[in-house]
């Protein structure tokens, strides 16, 4: 049986996928994580409250090397002993290879990110939605959600909307680009599990927005993690919002702007919360507004997070437990 030497102050081993998550991100089925968690005691995952299954970056680092060597030959009890042997000697293949690095093995069998964007952002530009859909699929078999939202799908659509600004391609494949992603992100929206984690996040467009890719991956991180996410899309009409508020009874906002005028439509959150009846929800702006109108945060109520998505989403939760805790006390 696995010793479980998880340290949860490690962010490596902290608990962050659902079954479900990770059963995409390897293509391997839940029956399979199931059976040989069971069999073997690999790996031990950390249950949720009500009894979730949530794994950590190491627990996903460690089912890859396994089905790797499963892949190349082995059976499965073969790789386990083989591993069992190899920390014995004093090596982790899991616990040692950091999540940007890869084995020899594995360079032979993947490629990179930037391999992967810059043919995803290839098939887009020439509309071949089936081969970029192919590119996704084997992204997300080897790298985990974030990175592969981050550094292959907004990457992608970064550079074609500079290509468009530039005038080196038609509007067309600027439109197609982010219309495929828009419905794959919010396929994988839907297609997650069940919630596991305290809570509702309210999420949404700023009214009169109508970029939602950012905060669309964004929602998709959080989803992914287990939090219960309820993504109302773009141009979110303050106009009653309190009704809707008064029955989520969320603990977390989220809105995004990228103009000025779209960002000051916010304004009435702070009336809003005036007179909301039940606690105060934690209020996150981001988007390209806030970013280059830093006043903007003066006259809106929230705080303002405009970095990483991963960045981003380590301070949402950063502050989601901390209100959790306060409330707990």
């Known amino acids: 049986m696995e010793n479980n030497t998880k340290n949860l102050s490690n962010k490596d081993d902290l608990p962050i996928y659902n079954i479900k998550a990770v059963s995409s991100m390897l293509d391997l089925l839940p029956v399979t994580l199931r059976a040989w968690e069971r069999r073997y005691g690999l790996p031990q995952p950390h249950r949720g409250e009500q009894g979730y299954r949530l794994y950590s970056p190491y627990d996903v680092r460690l089912l890859r090397w396994l089905k790797q060597q499963n892949d190349s030959g082995m059976s499965i009890g073969q790789a386990v002993k083989y591993l069992h042997k190899l920390r014995i000697d004093g090596t982790d293949p899991a616990r040692e290879i950091p999540l940007e690095q890869k084995s020899t093995d594995e360079t032979i069998n993947q490629v990179s990110l930037s391999v992967l964007s810059r043919h995803f952002q290839q098939y887009l530009m020439n509309y071949q939605n089936e081969s970029a859909s192919e590119i996704l699929r084997k992204a997300f078999s080897i790298y985990n959600v974030d990175e592969v939202l981050t550094d292959v799908v907004q990457e992608t659509l970064v550079n074609l909307g ?50 939602q890719i950012g905060i669309l991956s964004l929602v998709v991180m959080l989803r992914w993690r287990g ?3 309820k993504y109302f899309g773009q141009n979110l009409s303050l106009e009653r919002i309190m009704e809707t508020l008064n029955v989520l009874k969320p603990n977390t906002m989220l809105f995004t702007a990228t103009t000025k005028e779209s960002a000051l439509s916010l304004k009435p959150l702070g009336t809003i919360m005036e007179k909301y009846p039940f606690e105060r929800p934690l209020i996150f702006l981001g988007g390209l507004a806030f970013q280059n109108h ?15 998505p991963s960045r981003n989403i380590e301070l949402i939760e950063k502050q989601i437990y901390r209100k959790i805790a306060n409330t707990i006390e």
């Open 227 to 229: 939090w219960d996410v």
């Open 294 to 308: 830093p006043d903007l945060s003066r006259h809106i109520p929230g705080e303002v997070i405009n970095f990483s």
């Open 162 to 211: 500079d290509a468009w600004h530039r005038g080196e391609i038609p509007i067309a494949i600027e439109h197609f680009a982010t219309q495929f992603c828009e419905q794959h992100l919010m396929g994988m929206f839907y297609s997650s599990s069940v919630p596991t984690r305290e809570g509702t996040i309210f999420a949404a467009c700023a009214p009169g927005e109508m970029h």
